[in-house]
């Protein structure tokens, strides 16, 4: 039995013993755990490249160097754990009551959290790379204008380095896109279309490493499977081509 | 207008040095829970035993197969990287030295070779596996992670190597040698200091993964001796043993990922260490 393309992207409906594949729930799972971790992290990275190019002091530069490789470096697997034994708590007992509702803690929240802290020393390297390359003859252009040194960040560094900062970003969300083990730690696995960051999800990956063990045994489950790592390939594949033209492009410059 | 705009420098100033500060506290947060909560159910026995009959009901043993199969993942599938990433990074730098577009091309797909996820790798290698008619094995453990690794060793050792002076190069050259004993005999020494960062931050990447050895390496609780056996790797064991329901064994999850992590530190500062003590010898 064959599906559309269509139907199988934009269907919810998954029955596997039946074979009707619906991409749906976990298309959205995967953009909606992404698209949180993404708000998390714009500030922070922007905010702390700022300050690591302009205003720290020496000594600071130096301790980040090996903060942020260590950060890059843990494992996933590792920040799962950390998850589970941080996130989720306090998602389930002190986050979602206070906003009225209740969570089991296994949410699309704690996964956007997660994911958040693994990206940030990704995207904070690149920033850093990028925001290196503003060339010191402008800043002092800007300053000597009579503008305070923020102002100067605010309209020479960022300003002057937008496709930097937006590939930064792109390939900090292709990251956290493809992310696997980390997620399927902590976001519960429930395969439901849902626009409530307290309800659980069931991104990509996660369906993919969740059911690798009966692939075999219901027919067209592994091409549907593999349709979804083909899917995370072809969307990964196309952030990180379009980016990390545009990076090469800003350091040629 | 003058105090606003100074009130507005110094908000923003103080928020970012917060972020900044926060990070480092992140860091200590996560690296102090993982090791406060694992460090009660670490023993000896949990890296010198493998698991007994019972362990995933709180009976004795240890993690030794995951420790011992994940160090010969990571080990087997560095070398296939060295072997592949170390004449790659060689030739981009010296051979195409010359031909800046083709270089800078070549990087552009590393990089987005680099950028794919590890499940997809996984899935690559899972297939390939079927293809040829092999079981979850060491050896299709070893292949994955290699794929996934070796992207990262160029990248990382060739990202060294172009800053080499082309002078080096050009000397080299002038004493009558040829490109392949200039590469290995000039730039591959200069850049030594390079290739252990590539190598020790591959072999990290390779031993933390866990989506790409999910379906290739399968699992066991033996030591695995032959490269056709199934082999248990560290990140999987910390991922199975925290899905128990048993207190214990969870507790046995936490002590793995201590064990875990500190390989990971003692990668990071052996690289940093390594790299800064033969960078002394460099020509400057």
């Known amino acids: 039995m064959q599906q559309s393309f269509f139907s199988l992207v934009f269907s919810a409906d998954w029955a596997p013993s039946e074979g009707r594949f619906g991409f749906r729930p976990y298309i959205t799972g995967s953009l909606y755990v992404t698209l949180l971790s993404f708000l998390f992290t714009l500030p922070v990275c922007l905010l702390s490249a700022i300050y690591l190019t302009r205003f720290s002091p020496q000594w600071l530069i130096r301790i980040m160097h090996p903060v942020i490789d260590v950060l890059a470096g843990l494992p996933s697997v590792i920040y799962g754990v950390w998850g589970i034994l941080i996130v989720v708590p306090v998602v389930a007992g002190t986050i979602a009551p206070a906003l009225g509702t209740s969570s089991s803690g296994y949410s699309i929240l704690s996964g956007g959290i997660v994911l958040a802290i693994m990206c940030i020393p990704y995207i904070l390297n690149m920033l850093i790379e990028v925001f290196r390359t503003v060339p010191a003859g402008l800043i002092e252009a800007s300053l000597s204008l009579g503008a305070t040194r923020w102002e100067s960040v605010k309209h020479v560094v960022i300003r002057g380095n937008y496709p930097g900062i937006i590939s930064a970003y792109g390939l900090g969300i292709a990251k956290a896109f493809g992310e696997t083990i980390a997620v399927m730690m902590v976001v519960g696995n429930v395969v439901k279309v849902s626009g409530n960051p307290f309800d659980a999800a069931y991104p990509l990956p996660a369906l993919i490493a969740n059911n690798y063990g009966e692939m075999l045994s219901i027919p067209m489950y592994d091409s549907a499977l593999m349709f979804a790592a083909f899917l995370l390939l072809i969307i990964i594949l196309i952030f990180n081509m379009i980016f990390r033209y545009l990076i090469h492009k800003t350091k040629k410059q | 207008m003058r105090r606003i705009k100074i009130i507005e420098e110094k908000i923003f100033v103080f928020l970012s040095a917060f972020m900044t500060y926060s990070l480092i506290l992140v860091l200590l947060f996560i690296i102090g829970v993982i090791f406060v909560k694992g460090f009660n159910a670490l023993n000896p026995d949990m890296v010198l035993k493998t698991p007994r009959g019972g362990y995933y009901y709180g009976g004795e043993g240890g993690v030794l197969n995951a420790i011992a199969g994940s160090l010969y993942i990571a080990i087997g599938a560095t070398l296939i990287a060295i072997f592949i990433g170390l004449p790659a990074a060689l030739y981009i730098n010296v051979q195409l030295i010359r031909h800046r577009k083709t270089q800078n091309t070549i990087r552009y797909f590393l990089d987005a070779l680099w950028g794919i ?7 690559f290698g899972f297939t390939l596996m ?19 690794i070796s992207p990262i060793m160029v990248r990382t050792f060739d990202e060294v190597l172009s800053t080499i002076p082309r002078g080096l190069h050009e000397a080299s050259l002038a004493l009558g040698s040829t490109r392949t004993e200039t590469a290995f005999k000039v730039i591959f020494r200069q850049g030594f200091p390079g290739f252990i960062t590539a190598v020790l931050l591959s072999f990290g990447r390779g031993i933390g993964d866990a989506a790409s050895v999910l379906f290739t390496a399968g699992y066991t609780d033996n030591v695995p001796v032959n490269l056709d056996e199934p082999a248990a790797t560290l990140p999987l064991a910390i991922f199975f043993q925290l899905g128990s329901p048993i207190p214990e064994v969870r507790e046995r999850a936490f002590a793995s990922a201590v064990i875990l992590t500190f390989i990971i530190l003692l990668l990071s500062f052996a690289a940093r260490y390594l790299a800064k003590k033969y960078s002394r010898t460099n020509l400057r």
């Open chain 2, 117 to 123: 996820p590890s499940i997809v790798y996984g899935a």
């Open chain 2, 130 to 148: 079927l293809f040829f008619g092999m079981n979850a094995s060491l050896l299709a453990g070893i292949i994955t992670v290699a794929l996934l």
